[in-house]
């Protein structure tokens, strides 16, 4: 049972550069998140989903595109990389509501 | 709104001592709350989670945290440090219903000296 992976580990992009950060569950969890965590901040929603073709915004979603449109992925995509982003990114799931996530082993992502 | 505050950034405590990370929560609806561990360079794991059952709540490793609605808080303890107990700690809450997000505090680090 694999969990939650994503793809890649690792990440370098130029400013002005599109990539898509790939998440992909085998739990059959309904509930899907992104979050960022960044020195001294803990971790900060960006996007969330409680279902295929369901999504909304979390805390901090400026500069980051989301769509959900299988029960197992959830892609993150930064439409034009600013070194603001350079953080390491994580990706979560859950059963439902009032539940606990799962996480990934995250993608550490550097903006030059 | 959810929130969660843990004070202070780190907590360096001696092998064998006790262990106590803070977490105070604000929610206008009965939370529910949990400890994740992060391990360097790794993802965060569950500890423990408090869902309106006991008060009391025991997770993995050693540890416990005790749910005080007067309090507001949920702090996290173990009664005696382990050298592999040094890691990132994250309080989360979750309030009731439907669409609930998990929001986090900004973690504290645990260190153990020798």
């Known amino acids: 049972n694999a969990g939650v992976t994503q793809t890649p580990k690792f990440q370098v992009l130029k400013t002005g550069q599109s990539m898509t950060l790939q998440c992909a569950q085998d739990?059959?969890?309904?509930?899907m998140s992104w979050y960022r965590q960044d020195p001294g901040m803990g971790l900060r929603l960006i996007h969330y989903s409680v279902g295929a073709g369901i999504t909304d915004q979390g805390e901090v979603p400026n500069g980051y595109n989301v769509s959900r449109s299988t029960t197992e992925d959830f892609p993150l995509r930064l439409l034009s990389a600013a070194p603001s982003q350079t953080s390491v990114y994580f990706c979560a799931s859950r059963p439902g509501h009032n539940t606990e996530a799962f996480f990934g082993q995250g993608t550490r992502l550097t903006v030059v | 709104a959810q929130s969660v505050t843990q004070l202070g950034s780190h907590v360096s405590v001696s092998e064998g001592a006790l262990v106590l990370l803070r977490c105070n929560y604000s929610?206008?609806?009965?939370?529910?709350l949990f400890w994740y561990v992060q391990y360097p360079n790794q993802g965060l794991q569950l500890l423990l989670k408090y869902t309106s059952a006991a008060t009391l709540v025991k997770g993995i490793n050693g540890f416990e945290a005790e749910f005080k609605k007067s309090e507001t808080s949920f702090h996290l303890t173990k009664p005696s440090a382990h050298m592999s107990d040094a890691a990132e700690y994250f309080c989360a809450v979750s309030a009731t219903g439907a669409n609930s997000k998990l929001t986090f505090g900004k973690g504290i680090t645990l260190s153990v000296r020798p």
């Open positions: 929610s206008s609806v009965p939370p529910y």
């Open positions: 739990m059959n969890h309904e509930y």
